[in-house]
């Protein structure tokens, strides 16, 4: 199998838009598809459960298409040089091709790789398929990183177009023989003992097929409202597609160029629905331009005056957060949609770490980590950028005095209080008067819909108005220190 080309997968697990995979084929020699599980690797960023789960999936699916294709997914486990060591030597490879990465640990790999593989005489060749706009070509006028994001995304609208996804390939050219692989089922990426996974399973369709008729219901159902109905909670008025996008089963500008074509058929979807759902990619973009400018950003305050905060230690409320049982409704309606489906809605994530960060004054990095184990859409950039950001301690993040109110962010984005009864049952015969402050309900109300407070359903575990003070006289000091 001389001079074969292998084809590196990261977070890049589909076949079409895939340059790497494009160049693999384009050598004419046969194809080796590869994925490297590098538990061990230092500075990696350890991988949550939920996103775990979701790898395992989207590596059976990459197989299954790469399959269909004539081909298959080599899976090899152990750091990643030795890997690619054996993998040469085994397979005779002469070029290995990937798409790149943007944080540091991976950069250092993939750097690592190059120089070594150059030296053995294998080529490489590393392209451009996770963001629209990589992190060193948009500049301030100055030359450096953006830390605002309006101009940052002004500039990347003035900048080259991305360029058009790419095709699948019909078919890989197969290698005579193929080298060993491990069997999936050995990483063991699945939880067992107890398999929570249950909601992860009815919700997900993890890989690229799943990611295409995501993307459909989308365009079809969605989009043309996206504008105005994206901020509410209890309806289905996003795309959803940030775990495909984080697992790399679809590429951005693939979902980008879909939405553009969609606008152009379809007389009803208004260039402000197109404007709003592009500047959301904006904002991933953003994220990991910020993340690969500031690659501290996951455990460091972008903003060093917030390391004088009081952070307060309070393990038992950090749990009534992390369970939903913070007695406020849409936070654990929040809390609880992230525990079994993997997956939270926009406002509600920022209401639900909001109340973290200020109404409980736990440390961002207490809930950065609880997202990433139990989110399938865990990413390094968006969730430590959406975190500073909502904490106030992040680049051009929300001031620290907009302290979300919990019942007026749910009876604005949840008016029916039809999400919270989805998520918390025991409120479900609560009148939408009430459900979001069931505390207030008068007692025959709460008894006709079951609810007992402090024991069916806990009472506010902080008072809204005395956490809002603590938490502003908490952020004044710390200006008097900066001062
Ligand atoms: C505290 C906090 C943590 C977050 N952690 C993550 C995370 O780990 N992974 C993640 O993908 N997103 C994260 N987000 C951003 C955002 O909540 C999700 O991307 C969004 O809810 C995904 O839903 P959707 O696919 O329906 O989004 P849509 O509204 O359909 O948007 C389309 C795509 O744009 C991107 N996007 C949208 N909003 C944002 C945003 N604010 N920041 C970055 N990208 C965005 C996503 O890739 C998303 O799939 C976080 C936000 C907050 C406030």
């Not at 080796?32 to 949550?48: E, K, T, Y």
């Not at 706009?133 to 100055?142: A, G, K, N, S």
């Not at 809605?345 to 990095?365: D, E, G, P, Y």
Request: hydrophobic share 45%; charged share 20%; glycine share 8%.
């Amino acid at each position: 199998m001389s001079g074969a080309s292998i084809v590196w997968f990261r977070h890049d697990t589909r076949l079409s838009d895939n340059p790497a995979l494009a160049a693999a084929v384009g050598t004419g020699a046969p194809v080796i598809p590869v994925f490297v599980l590098d538990d061990a690797a230092p500075g990696l960023r350890l991988v949550g459960g939920a996103a775990r789960w979701w790898t395992h999936h989207g590596l059976a699916a990459l197989d299954a298409d790469l399959r269909r294709r004539g081909s298959r997914l080599i899976l090899r486990r152990g750091r990643t040089g030795e890997v690619f060591d054996r993998l040469v030597a085994e397979t005779g490879a002469g070029a290995v091709f990937w798409n790149r990465r943007y944080d540091t640990a991976g950069r250092d790999i993939d750097a690592g790789i190059e120089t070594a593989l150059t030296a053995r005489g294998v080529r490489t060749g590393s392209f451009g398929a996770s963001l629209l706009h990589e992190p060193w070509t948009v500049r301030t006028q100055l030359g450096g990183p953006f830390r605002v994001f309006t101009p940052f995304w002004q500039a990347c609208r003035t900048a080259a177009t991305p360029s058009a996804p790419l095709p699948a390939p019909d078919r890989l050219e197969a290698p005579a023989v193929w080298p060993s692989s491990d069997p999936l089922a050995s990483w063991r990426l699945l939880p067992t003992t107890p398999d929570w996974a249950g909601g992860l399973r009815e919700t997900w369709t993890p890989g690229e097929a799943g990611a295409a008729a995501a993307l459909a219901t989308f365009l079809d159902d969605r989009l043309a409202t996206y504008r105005d109905r994206r901020d509410r909670a209890d309806l289905a008025a996003t795309s959803a597609l940030s775990p495909w996008l984080a697992a790399g089963d679809i590429g951005p500008r693939q979902v980008l160029n879909a939405v553009i074509d969609a606008a152009r058929r379809d007389p009803e979807v208004t260039d402000q629905s197109v404007e709003k759902f592009a500047a959301e990619l904006g904002w991933r973009e953003f994220s990991w331009h910020l993340l690969f400018h500031f690659p501290t950003l996951p455990e460091v305050n972008f903003r060093a005056e917030f390391d004088a905060f009081p952070w307060r230690d309070d393990a038992p409320a950090l749990r009534a957060w992390q369970r939903g049982l913070t007695g406020y409704p849409l936070v654990d309606a929040g809390m609880r949609q992230l525990w079994t489906t993997g997956w939270m809605h926009n406002r509600v994530r920022m209401v639900a770490a909001s109340f973290l960060a200020k109404h409980l004054m736990i440390h961002w990095r207490e809930g950065e980590a609880w997202f990433r184990d139990t989110l399938v859409d865990a990413d390094p950039a968006s969730n430590a950028a959406g975190w500073q950001w909502v904490a106030g301690s992040g680049a051009d993040a929300a001031p620290f005095f907009r302290i979300f109110n919990p019942v007026l962010q749910g009876e604005r984005f949840d008016p029916a209080g039809d999400y919270v009864r989805r998520y918390v049952p025991e409120l479900a015969r609560l009148p939408a008067d009430w459900i979001h402050q069931p505390w207030k309900a008068p007692p025959r109300v709460l008894a006709e819909a079951g609810v007992r407070l402090g024991a069916s359903y806990p009472l506010p575990i902080v008072d809204h108005g005395e956490a809002r003070s603590r938490a502003l006289a908490a952020f004044s000091s710390l200006r008097r220190v900066a001062a």
